[in-house]
Antibody, heavy 122, light 106 residues
Framework: EVQLLESGGGLVQPGGSLRLSCSAS????????MSWVRQAPGKGLEWVSA????????YYADSVKGRFTISRDNSKNTLYLLMNSLRAEDTAVYYC???????????????WGQGTLVTVSS | DIQMTQSPSTLSASVGDRITITCRAS??????LAWYQQKPGKAPKLLIY???SLQSGVPSRFSGSGSGTEFTLTISSLQPDDFATYYC????????FGQGTKVEIK
């Protein structure tokens, strides 16, 4: 059974940093690209960042480019999101999500974690 | 960037109704479109991928159609468990979600 478990959320002051983790199980982690998707309170879904299975290719939404860094440790089956220079508008539930397929074909997400809440406030 | 626009934003319906949600892309995305269902406090759940392929375990009352820039999600007979918010997502060029359609009880 595929499981994704996020952790690391919490309250942080504007300008601060936070690192989120997503622990994966039930599939060959290194074979699949992974993404972070966020949802501000009462709002819709916003894709944040993606990382290829090997870790060699990274992708970022314009809203977080230069501030967030996605990475993975395939030996630990864990995905990370390092968030720097946090702003109030980064307040959201952050989900990690697994690509549905592993190939060169475009892929959507088939499994999601339960999410971790990040609150940026003084 | 590809923009995704859903309509309506809110849909009021009754159990047993047939409902349709529309999603339009700002440029052609071929069939690289997915639909998700989300309930309050829960993670999104994949329903449809590649515009019309039903994800394993999803009831057959859900169906998707379309290609290019216009897509639809249809629920043939609305069930109590289907009252939720639905999102479309393009995945031909990074990933973009529509703003969501809330299906509420009439």
């Amino acid at each position: 059974e595929v499981q994704l478990l996020e952790s690391g959320g919490g309250l942080v002051q504007p300008g601060g940093s936070l690192r989120l983790s997503c622990s994966a199980s039930g599939f060959t982690f290194s074979s699949y690209a992974m993404s972070w998707v966020r949802q501000a309170p009462g709002k819709g879904l916003e894709w944040v960042s993606a990382l290829s299975g090997s870790g060699g290719s990274t992708y970022y939404a314009d809203s977080v480019k230069g501030r967030f860094t996605i990475s993975r440790d395939n030996s630990k089956n864990t995905l990370y999101l390092l968030m720097n220079s946090l702003r109030a508008e980064d307040t959201a539930v952050y989900y990690c999500a697994k690509d549905r397929i592993y190939s060169s074909e475009p892929s959507n997400f088939d499994y999601w974690g339960q999410g971790t809440l990040v609150t940026v406030s003084s | 960037d590809i923009q995704m626009t859903q309509s309506p934003s809110t849909l009021s319906a009754s159990v047993g109704d047939r409902i349709t949600i529309t999603c339009r892309a700002s440029q052609s995305i071929s069939s690289w479109l997915a639909w998700y269902q989300q309930k309050p406090g829960k993670a999104p759940k994949l329903l449809i991928y590649k515009a019309s392929s039903l994800q394993s375990g999803v009831p057959s009352r859900f169906s998707g159609s379309g290609s290019g820039t216009e897509f639809t999600l249809t629920i043939s007979s609305l069930q109590p468990d289907d009252f939720a918010t639905y999102y479309c997502q393009q995945y031909i060029s990074e990933w973009t979600f529509g703003q969501g359609t809330k299906v509420e009880i009439k």
